[in-house]
C-alpha cells in the first residue's frame, strides 16, 4: 500500500481586498481557495489544472505555507503544517522545496550560480562549505550542465539553462516534496519536453513527489499519475490521468480537454457552453460553473455539488451526474 506524503483536507485560503463599493472602509475577501481536500502519494506527481486564476498556484503556496490557510488542514506524513507556527516550520522547509514559472525573476542576478544553488544548504546548516560546493557541482552536472557554469550569473543563461539552475537549487537541501509551479510555460515548446523529461528522470532516480501546477493539459497528462481539475477556487474532478482524458466527466473537464489542439480540427467540436461573460464571481451560490454550463439545472444553481466518488478512483462534484446515477 502506497505511503500518503501530502494530505490537504477542506483547505481554504482568503486575502483581503479592497471593497467594490464605493466609499466603503470595510475591506472586502477574496476567497481564492474554497474548500478543497486531496492526497499525493509518496514519489507519485499530483497535478492541478485550470484556467489563470482559479487558484493552482495558491495551493501550492499554502501546502508549502507561504500562505497561511484560512481553514483546513495540511499534513505532512501525517504531522499536521497548516496551523503551525512559522518558528515550527523550517524542518519542514527543508523538505519541501519548489521550482517557480519564471526562471528570470526566480534567480538573484547578483549572485553566481554556485552562490545561488548553496544558499539554501548554508540556511539550514548543511555540511561544511567545500562539502556544500561538492554537492553543487554534482547537482549542476545532474541538471545537464558544467561545473565551470557555477562561476556564471543568471543573466548569461538562456530561459531553460536558467530553469535547470532552479532545479539544481530546489534540489540542493535533499527534499522529499517538489511543488512544479508551471514549471516550463516560460519556455519555449522545444525546452519544454526537455525540462519534463529531466523532472522525470529526478523523480525516479532520487525518489521525489511532486504537486505539477500547469495549463498545459498535454504536458499534465504525461507527467501525472493523478490529476485534480480546479474552478475558481473549488475542486470539479479528480482522477488518474487514464481516467480522467478517456472519460472525463464534469462539463468543465470535458471543455478542457476538448480545446487540446488536433492535427485535424474538424476531427473534435468544443463542448457547448454559455458563452463567458467575463464576470467569474467566487461568491456565486450553487455550482460556480453553472453560468457556463447548457446543462445547468436549478439544482446547480442553489446547491453546492460535493466532490464524491462517481468511479472507483474517480471523483466529480457535479449534480447532472448524481441524477444520472440514481436514474
Given at each position: ?109 547578483s549572485h ?61 537541501v535533499q ?58 477556487g473549488s ?93
Amino acid at each position: 500500500m502506497s505511503e500518503t506524503l501530502i494530505e490537504v483536507k477542506n483547505l481554504s485560503v482568503h486575502f483581503r481586498q479592497k471593497s467594490p463599493k464605493l466609499l466603503s472602509f470595510q475591506p472586502g475577501i477574496l476567497k481564492a481557495v474554497d474548500d478543497v481536500s486531496f492526497h499525493i502519494e509518496k514519489g507519485r506527481t499530483f497535478g492541478l489544472v485550470g484556467e489563470s486564476g482559479s487558484g493552482k498556484s495558491t495551493i501550492g503556496k499554502a501546502i508549502l505555507r507561504y500562505h497561511r490557510p484560512a481553514a483546513g488542514e495540511i499534513f505532512y506524513a501525517g504531522t499536521e503544517i497548516g496551523a503551525r507556527p512559522e518558528r515550527e516550520l523550517l524542518p519542514f522547509r527543508k523538505k519541501m522545496q519548489s521550482i517557480f514559472q519564471d526562471p528570470y525573476s526566480s534567480l538573484d542576478p547578483s549572485h553566481t550560480v554556485k552562490d545561488i544553488i548553496c544558499e539554501p544548504m548554508e540556511i539550514h546548516r548543511m555540511g561544511t562549505a567545500a562539502e556544500r560546493k561538492a554537492r553543487a557541482q554534482e547537482l549542476i552536472r545532474k541538471v545537464g550542465l558544467k561545473e565551470q557554469d557555477l562561476l556564471k550569473y543568471p543573466h548569461e543563461f538562456s530561459g531553460g539553462q536558467r530553469q535547470r539552475i532552479s532545479i539544481a537549487r530546489a534540489l540542493s537541501v535533499q527534499p522529499e516534496f517538489v511543488v512544479c509551479d508551471e514549471p516550463i510555460s516560460a519556455l519555449d515548446v522545444s525546452l519544454q519536453a526537455q525540462i519534463v523529461q529531466m523532472l522525470q528522470d529526478l523523480q525516479q532516480e532520487l525518489g521525489l513527489t511532486y504537486l505539477f501546477i500547469s495549463h498545459q493539459l498535454q504536458v499534465v497528462q504525461k507527467i501525472c499519475d493523478e490529476i485534480g481539475v480546479l474552478y475558481l477556487g473549488s475542486l470539479l474532478e479528480v482522477s488518474d490521468a487514464p481516467g480522467l482524458y478517456g472519460n472525463p466527466l464534469h462539463p468543465y473537464t470535458k471543455m478542457l480537454i476538448s480545446s487540446i489542439p488536433v492535427p485535424d480540427p474538424r476531427i473534435r467540436m468544443l463542448e457547448n457552453l454559455v458563452e463567458d461573460t467575463g464576470v467569474q464571481s467566487r461568491d456565486i451560490r450553487g455550482c460556480k460553473f453553472h453560468n457556463r454550463c447548457q446543462q445547468c439545472s436549478e439544482r446547480c444553481r442553489q446547491e453546492v455539488p460535493k466532490l464524491q466518488e462517481a468511479e472507483p478512483g474517480h471523483l466529480v462534484a457535479c449534480h447532472l451526474y448524481e441524477k444520472e446515477k440514481e436514474v
